[in-house]
């Protein structure tokens, strides 16, 4: 089955500083990539996901790019704010048919430090 | 629109006991899938349900089962429980239409064997 995998664990950065999780993944049937935050104690909340027909997708501070030849993608988050400061998951899952599994990366504990 | 909801945020059980948890997905989605949180092994997919039928299974024991109401709310059952069951259960739901469509997450009910 797909196979995640997630790094760093721990990222810690200065407030205002550009923070960077990368992931990989297994099958390359994979087709689907969100992004999910779960602040302490709270639901995982998507922030951004990114379709395999696209390389790069954009939202404010946030830009998730996709390389499907190595089969890995990556989250990038610019201007830290404290607030950013939650665990992060990738995910990956394959289209067609109904294939509604969403395999999760470990996650990434981000601090933001002011 | 009311988000996901689930049912009951906390329990405590011992050991040997069973316990069944509810979702109630967000209104007009189809889909909902379950999954185990914990520190050590992350998220995983249990299973997921669509119009009452179960579509996709996780690597979970038959412990582990589930059902969907024609009201599109689910039930997770946990029977003979064990230590290691001690995790945040979280649902998703979706509209079902297709696989790289959104999760979006209930709070989770945070379940304790003792």
């Known amino acids: 089955g797909e196979n995640v995998e997630q790094h760093p664990s721990t990222l810690s950065v200065q407030e205002g500083d550009s923070a960077v999780i990368k992931c990989t993944y297994s099958?390359?049937?994979?087709?689907?990539f969100p992004w999910y935050k779960q602040e302490l104690g709270k639901r995982p909340q998507l922030i951004i996901d990114i379709r395999s027909n696209v390389g790069e997708k954009k939202d404010q501070r946030i830009a998730v790019t996709l390389n499907k030849t190595a089969k890995h993608f990556s989250l990038h988050i610019t201007e830290t704010q404290p607030e950013d400061s939650a665990v992060y998951f990738c995910a990956a899952s394959k289209g067609g048919g109904s294939n509604y599994k969403l395999t999760f990366g470990k996650g990434t504990l981000l601090t933001v430090n002011p | 629109k009311a988000g996901v909801t689930q049912t009951p945020r906390y329990l405590i059980k011992t050991r040997g006991q069973q316990v069944t948890l509810s979702c109630s997905p967000i209104s007009g989605h189809r889909s909902v899938s379950w999954y185990q949180q914990t520190p050590g092994q992350g998220l995983q997919f249990l299973f997921e349900?669509?119009?009452?039928?179960?579509?996709n299974k996780g690597n979970f024991p038959g412990r582990f089962s589930g059902r969907q109401f024609s009201n599109s709310r689910s039930e997770m059952n946990v029977s003979t429980l064990e230590l290691g069951d001690s995790a945040l259960y979280l649902c998703?739901?979706?509209?079902?239409?297709?696989?790289?469509?959104?999760?979006?997450f209930g709070p989770g009910t945070r379940l304790l064997v003792l």
């Open positions: 349900y669509f119009s009452e039928t179960q579509r």
């Open positions: 998703a739901s979706t509209m079902g239409g297709s696989s790289r469509e959104t999760q979006y």
């Open positions: 099958d390359s049937a994979s087709n689907y």
